[in-house]
Nanobody
Framework: QLEDSGGGLVQPGGSLRLSCAAS????????MSWYRQAPGKERELVAD????????TYADSVKGRFTISRDNAKNTVYLQMNSLKPEDTAVYYC?????????WGQGTQVTVSS
């Protein structure tokens, strides 16, 4: 089970930190990702961090602004979002993927607006 949290309303240029707490899985063995889905658009990959060495990748639209991290001791993955833009408005979902199984969080709404 994955529980997303940390979303909210923020002004352009502001920051938010999303969290995704995992339970019932061996968290350290899963690659963890953040996706987002804006109204009328397909779900897109924002960032991911692999198990083991923690190699990270980012969508071009968020590079330099967002940072994904994980704490295996707390079974939690984070997404630090800085310099937020109105186009970052979406529901953000975390995903856990081991290759054999996938799990999704319920999503947390992020709205960037003045």
């Amino acid at each position: 089970q994955l529980e997303d949290s940390g979303g909210g309303l923020v002004q352009p240029g502001g920051s938010l930190r999303l969290s995704c707490a995992a339970s019932g899985i061996t968290f350290s063995r899963y690659d963890m990702s953040w996706y987002r889905q804006a109204p009328g658009k397909e779900r897109e990959l924002v960032a991911d961090i692999v198990s083991g060495r923690g190699y990270r990748t980012y969508a071009d639209s968020v590079k330099g602004r967002f940072t994904i991290s994980r704490d295996n001791a707390k079974n939690t993955v984070y997404l630090q979002m800085n310099s937020l833009k109105p186009e970052d408005t979406a529901v953000y979902y975390c995903r856990a993927n081991s290759g054999l199984s996938r799990h999704w969080g319920q999503g947390t709404q992020v709205t960037v607006s003045s």
